[in-house]
């Protein structure tokens, strides 16, 4: 079934415009502060690999304006991305590589591909099926873009936690994998004992290798309990923040800091947390 975007894009410059829509005048706006004439210097000094780190952290407060539920913050912080789109895109234009217009094309080609029960006459018997087929597709992807190993496309750059995930699904499909839970749980333990031991003999370099271990034992866990894990620890993140903030509080009211007092009457006020929040949720 072929589909109008589909079909390859004549470049932003050389399209029919409106020239009163946002997302145009975004790109003009990059544009101009990219032109070596009269543009911002630092704009001008930018490359894929500077920018990188500013697409990353946008993302990150994308995340965190959702796990708050700031739609308004929300509305800011996608406008923050979607600059870093049209920022990368611009710098590839400008290599003559490809712009704006390339990138919504193959996107727009990679969903109309990867769903063809949508956009084609493919139907999937349930859910499971269709999870199936959207992994053939990406994996028949990969084997067009020539990559050698399972995990070789795995990106490097993505979080530990994330990419630990994502490497033990990949090797996962082609059968190396635990048979269940039970099996991971005895290797969590298994590499705890480990580091235990690391840590008495006083050897920082091999309990730092233990205790990676264990984290990518704890990603694989997550994996086989279809829970995200930096969504896990992001709650748990806030959780203690929003305990530890209570201490601070019932210390406040006697006029006195953290630092000032115990670790004794510090555990006992977050148990005290714990019992609220616990009859809060009823």
């Known amino acids: 079934m072929s589909h ?3 079909r390859p894009s004549p470049p932003l410059n050389d399209s029919p415009r409106d020239q ?3 997302l145009f005048t975004l790109i003009d706006i990059m544009a101009k502060l990219r032109d070596p004439d009269g543009g911002c210097p630092w704009d001008q000094e930018q490359t894929f690999a500077t920018v990188a780190p500013y697409t990353v952290e946008e993302a990150y407060e994308v995340a965190d304006a959702i796990e708050r539920g700031d739609l308004a913050d929300l509305k ?3 406008g923050d991305l979607l600059l870093q789109v049209v920022f990368h895109s611009r710098m590839a234009q400008e290599q003559g590589a490809f712009d704006l217009a390339g990138v919504a094309t193959a996107i727009n ?6 769903h063809p029960h ?3 006459d493919h139907a999937y018997a349930d859910k499971a099926d269709q999870n199936a087929g959207w992994e053939a597709l990406k994996a028949q992807e990969r084997q067009a873009k020539a990559k050698g190993g399972v995990l070789d496309d795995v990106p490097a750059g993505l979080p530990a936690l994330t990419r630990a995930v994502k490497l033990t699904k990949r090797a996962a499909r082609v059968g190396f994998d635990w048979p269940s839970t039970d099996e991971v749980l005895d290797k969590l333990a298994e590499e705890v004992a480990e580091l235990k031991v690391e840590i008495a003999a006083g050897d920082k370099a091999k309990a730092r290798e233990e205790l990676g271990d264990i984290l990518f034992v704890i990603a694989n866990l997550a994996r086989k309990l279809d829970i995200e894990p930096e969504d896990a620890l992001r709650a748990t993140n806030a959780k203690f923040v ?4 209570f201490i601070e509080a019932e210390l406040a ?3 006195r800091a953290p630092d000032q007092s115990d670790l004794a009457e510090m555990d006992g006020l977050w148990d005290a947390a714990k019992a609220a929040e616990k009859a809060t949720r009823g």
């Open 4 to 6: 109008p975007s589909s």
């Open 20 to 22: 009163g829509h946002p």
């Open 76 to 78: 800011e912080e996608l």
């Open 109 to 114: 080609d990679k969903m109309i591909r990867r």
């Open 118 to 120: 949508v956009f084609g």
């Open 242 to 245: 929003r305990r530890f903030g």
């Open 253 to 255: 009211k006697d006029g």
